[in-house]
Structures are given as C-alpha cells and as structure tokens.
C-alpha cells in the first residue's frame, strides 16, 4: 500500500474518532443541559416551600407567644 492510500486510511479513521467524540460530547451536554434545568426546578421548589414554612413557622409561634400572654394573665389575675 503506498504511503497516500495509507494516510488516508489513517485521517479517515482519525476523522470517525473525532467525529464519535464529538458526538459524545453533545450527547453529554444535552444530558447536562437537562440536568440543570432539572436542578434550576428543583431548587425553585424549594425555596418556595421554605419560604412557606418561616411563614407557616411565624404564625405558629405568634400564636404561641399570645397562648403564654393569656397564661401569664391568668396566672397573675388568680
């Protein structure tokens, strides 16, 4: 074989191998992508259900505090 047709084979062959990698790559950022978006949601949820809980946690303990209020009163008035 002459060193021409035997360059070729090897640039073909190296230019498959590129082109399999890239391939790959895309596959991953694809993957990536839609793993952040995944994420980007998630987080999204939580942040509003923790905001729902210090809220939920607030009114909770505003009435605890008026609950002892009401107890010191009437402790104090018997």
């Known amino acids: 074989m002459s060193d021409k047709a035997s360059d070729k084979i090897t640039l073909d062959s190296e230019i ?3 082109e399999k990698q890239v391939d790959e790559l895309l596959d991953t950022l694809g993957a990536l992508r839609e793993e ?8 999204d949820s939580l942040s509003s259900e ?4 210090m809220q939920r ?3 909770v303990r ?17």
């Open 57 to 59: 946690n607030e009114q």
């Open 16 to 18: 498959r191998r590129l």
């Open 36 to 43: 952040n978006r995944a994420l980007r949601q998630r987080q």
């Open 50 to 53: 923790r905001a729902s809980l």
């Open 62 to 78: 505003t009435r605890v505090e008026a609950m002892i209020g009401r107890l010191k009163t009437l402790e104090h008035g018997a």
